[in-house]
């Protein structure tokens, strides 16, 4: 289906037995992650789902008690079921649904509502299936196949989108993503007036998220028009009166913005997700891929927001790696989601997502310090986590590769059993050797593209900046933050050029990314960096204040303590 930026999504999956991992439940909280390694996606109860459509986990022992006991236990596969129309031309709908799903690791199942014909310049043709038929399709997925979460694309029918809502009665699931697709790229209206009142009566009250586009949106609200930001904003607070957990508006097709900006809004607070927009004509399916993502992300164990963003971060990488690529006359061609193919995305332990708030005490570690006072990389690590640090760079210039890998899996365990986030100065190979949870590049390192493209959509990347046109050009890169400094003298690194407070103020004030300040700070002067007030400046990264000392948690305590005493006064 030449579905605008969004069709259904069907998810395809090659399994490899090594790499199976069970996952913690997408209600989860970060708090909560500290976390039941043995726990499928499945058995875990969800507080955030709907009831009457959740899967209890003792009526699941209960059923399947006597046949688990005569057979061997087997690992969960995270598993999404797309409901959602075929594109012939591959490149939205069923078909997108599948690639994106592979892409991310998850196996996916399908129920075909409609067979279209269309390529890269329009629609051609409709067929839809009868509604007993998916129906049929419903039944022999459900009943079977332990779904985890479902997506739906193009629900041509008014009986279609009530069959699913009796289905999923049925067969509980752990979270619903609408992806409410009504009118193709090229303007084929795939979803009359009757199923948009079915839409809202059965479906948003019972979605875990709903995903429209600008035109989507509007025909939900009555054909509200939205042409900014804030139009996007009520319109994400009336979409989520009418019954859905959270809400996505996308505006891919917002006029007059530079940046790619979707509203995100939970029923609390609502969240500018921005990007950069990348220019090219392969577009088509970006919406079904979206969703399909989203879905994959929660099936996998993410909480809604981090779904989102890792779903948001993969489209926009996609786009950029695609947008040379020429299929089709039309206007608008499919992109390449494979662009991770040769590595290995079968990894389903849990992601760690930045939360802005990781940068409050940012731990930088020295292997100068810990030979001075005979500890090792993880006694440190260990030590500062205890005293309160929020995040952990492993800076290691003198150790030897083995020996900084072998460390590195170790303070993973370390950081992760804390649900603190663990980084690599500039060493890519070390990330993804260990599976940390990201790198931080300086200037003369790894471009941030290049290490994106290396180590995927859902891993952190920070960057040292020292200059506003290197803070924009971070952002264009898709950084995750900024580390900007030195900004007092220091010694951890010769001929290291300060910027002082000024400079750090010109860096955060041109930057739309979470900054971190570095560079001599302490003690002494942190409360002098915090009370610059500026709202993305959000912690201080600290080396010898921390492991230049005898006691690594005692200083971490007195520093956190500093940091507190300042937020709190700035707020």
Same mark, same amino acid.
């Given at each position: ?83 959602? *129309? ?8 069923? =078909? ?21 014909? =269309? ?27 332990? #779904? ?28 619903? #993503? ?122 996998? *164990? ?27 006359? &039309? ?36 292997? &100068? ?73 300086? =200037? ?11 180590? *995927?959509?859902?891993?952190?990347? *920070? ?109």
């Amino acid at each position: 289906m030449a579905f605008s930026a969004t069709l259904s999504s069907s998810v395809f999956f090659n399994l490899d037995k090594n790499h199976l991992r069970l996952i913690p439940h997408p209600s989860l909280s970060r708090e909560e992650l500290q976390w039941s390694r043995g726990a499928s996606a499945s058995s875990v109860s969800s507080p955030c789902s709907r009831s009457g459509r959740i899967r209890s986990s003792g009526a699941m022992k209960a059923d399947g008690a006597s046949a688990a006991s005569q057979r061997p236990v087997k690992a969960k596969v995270p598993h999404v079921l797309t409901v959602a *129309g075929s594109d012939s031309g591959a490149g939205a709908g069923i =078909q997108a649904d599948l690639k994106a799903c592979a892409a991310r690791g998850v196996y996916c199942s399908t129920v075909i509502t409609a067979v279209t014909a =269309q390529n890269t310049v329009g629609v051609q043709g409709v067929d839809n299936l009868s509604e007993e038929f998916v129906a049929e399709q419903l039944e022999s997925v459900l009943s079977d196949m332990q #779904v985890d979460v479902v997506k739906t694309g193009m629900l041509p029918s008014a009986g279609i989108v009530r069959i699913l809502r009796s289905s999923l009665n049925k067969f509980p699931v752990q979270a619903l #993503v609408v992806d409410p697709v009504m009118v193709s790229t090229s303007g084929d209206v795939l979803a009359g007036p009757s199923v948009l009142a079915v839409f809202r009566e059965e479906l948003l009250p019972i979605a875990d998220i709903v995903t429209p586009n600008l035109k989507e949106a509007s025909a939900l609200l009555g054909g509200v028009q939205l042409e900014t930001i804030a139009d996007m904003h009520s319109a994400a607070k009336l979409l989520h009166q009418m019954g859905p957990r959270h809400v996505l508006v996308k505006g891919g097709d917002l006029p007059g913005s530079c940046d790619a900006v979707d509203v995100f809004f939970d029923g609390e607070r609502l969240h500018d997700l921005r990007s950069p927009r990348v220019k090219t004509r392969n577009t088509h399916g970006t919406g079904c891929t979206l969703a399909s993502c989203i879905a994959a992300e929660l099936a996998k *164990g993410l909480p809604m927001l981090p779904a989102v963003q890792v779903a948001k971060r993969f489209v926009e990488n996609a786009l950029d790696y695609s947008k040379e690529m020429s299929i089709g006359k &039309g206007p608008q061609g499919p992109f390449d989601h494979f662009l991770m193919l040769n590595r290995k995305v079968h990894n389903f332990r849990k992601k760690m997502i930045l939360d802005p708030s990781d940068l409050f005490l940012y731990a930088v570690t020295d292997s &100068g310090m810990n030979r001075k006072w005979g500890r090792s990389i993880e006694d440190a690590v260990k030590a500062a986590i205890e005293g309160g640090a929020t995040i952990i760079q492993l800076r290691e210039k003198d150790a030897e590769t083995r020996n900084f890998l072998e460390a590195a899996k170790s303070c993973m365990e370390v950081c992760h059993s804390q649900v603190v986030p663990l980084l690599i100065n500039d060493r890519i190979d070390i990330a993804l050797a260990c599976d940390a949870d990201g790198v931080h590049v300086g =200037q003369s390192d790894m471009p941030v593209r290049t290490a994106r493209a290396l180590l *995927g959509p859902e891993k952190i990347i *920070g960057v040292s900046c020292k200059t506003p046109e290197q803070a924009q050009q971070a952002y264009i890169d898709s950084a995750d933050y900024i580390g900007s400094g030195g900004v007092y003298l220091t010694n951890t690194k010769e001929n290291n050029l300060t910027i002082g407070l000024e400079g750090l103020k010109a860096v955060c004030l041109s930057s739309k990314l979470p900054v971190v300040a570095i560079g001599g700070i302490g003690i002494s002067n942190a409360h002098a960096v915090m009370d610059l007030g500026l709202p993305n400046l959000k912690g201080v990264a600290v080396v010898s204040a921390l492991f230049d000392r005898e006691c690594i948690s005692t200083e971490a305590r007195k520093l956190h303590e500093v940091l507190s005493m300042a937020a709190s006064e700035v707020k």
